[in-house]
């Protein structure tokens, strides 16, 4: 299995849902990452697990809650979002921090 | 953090033209990554290359770390590879993506 998979594909939420995206990787990589991308924008780096480890959080509000329970495996937790929350989620995955990194085709967020 | 520009930011060719995107970043890198953005939101890899060059059909690419800029090549263009080219040097502790450049390929 060489790919990394996103589900759900698309979410809706209300400012007062709580939800969670999942990403899931079987390549035996140990770090795992966590991006936003608005629209016509790069993508930005939200959170990095190292070795199922939280070693890199770039600022983000705590109504984003990562989680990594297990090697293969990275969620992360919705809850009281904002409409500007509204984007691409991008997970990545890479045989170790900051090799080349391998990404999953993304969640699709609508926050109303 | 370390700076990337892309350039150009768009670019629209006729099918089977020529094309070259260039990456130019501030500070010296571990590595260079290269990808594909489809329509879709898809993150496609293209070159893993920290310096030298690597083809891989009718694209290739050439990273010259000491100078500080990669180029990628695309030949032969199709309408499938339109999309957003992003180019993203690792730093110490991070990826750094450009702002890309969005090709459109006509028929």
């Known amino acids: 299995d060489t790919e990394v998979t996103q589900t759900p594909k698309h979410l809706v939420m209300g400012m007062t849902n709580k939800k969670s995206l999942k990403c899931e990787q079987h390549?035996?990589?140990?770090?795992m990452y966590w991006y936003k991308q608005k629209a016509k924008k790069p993508p930005e780096l939200m959170f990095v697990?190292?070795?199922?480890?939280?070693?890199i959080n770039e600022s983000v509000p705590s109504r984003f809650s990562p989680e990594c329970p297990n090697s293969s495996l990275l969620n992360l937790h919705l809850h009281a979002l904002q409409p500007e929350d509204s984007a691409l989620y991008l997970c990545a995955s890479s045989p170790l921090p900051y090799n080349e990194q391998f990404f999953g085709p993304g969640t699709r967020l609508t926050v109303l | 953090g370390i700076q990337v520009e892309q350039s150009p930011p768009d670019l629209i060719l006729q099918e089977g033209a020529n094309s070259t995107l260039r990456c130019n970043f501030s500070d010296s890198v571990n590595n260079l990554q290269w990808f594909h953005q489809n329509p879709w939101g898809q993150l496609i890899n293209l070159f893993y290359?920290?310096?030298g060059t690597k083809q891989n059909g009718r694209l290739s690419a050439t990273t010259v770390a000491t100078e500080r800029y990669s180029l990628l090549y695309i030949s032969s263009s199709q309408t499938t590879d339109s999309g957003v080219y992003f180019c993203a040097p690792t730093g110490a502790n991070n990826l750094f993506f450009g702002t890309g450049t969005r090709l459109t390929v006509i028929p």
């Open positions: 290359i920290p310096s």
């Open positions: 390549m035996g990589h140990r770090a």
């Open positions: 697990y190292s070795y199922e480890k939280l070693s």
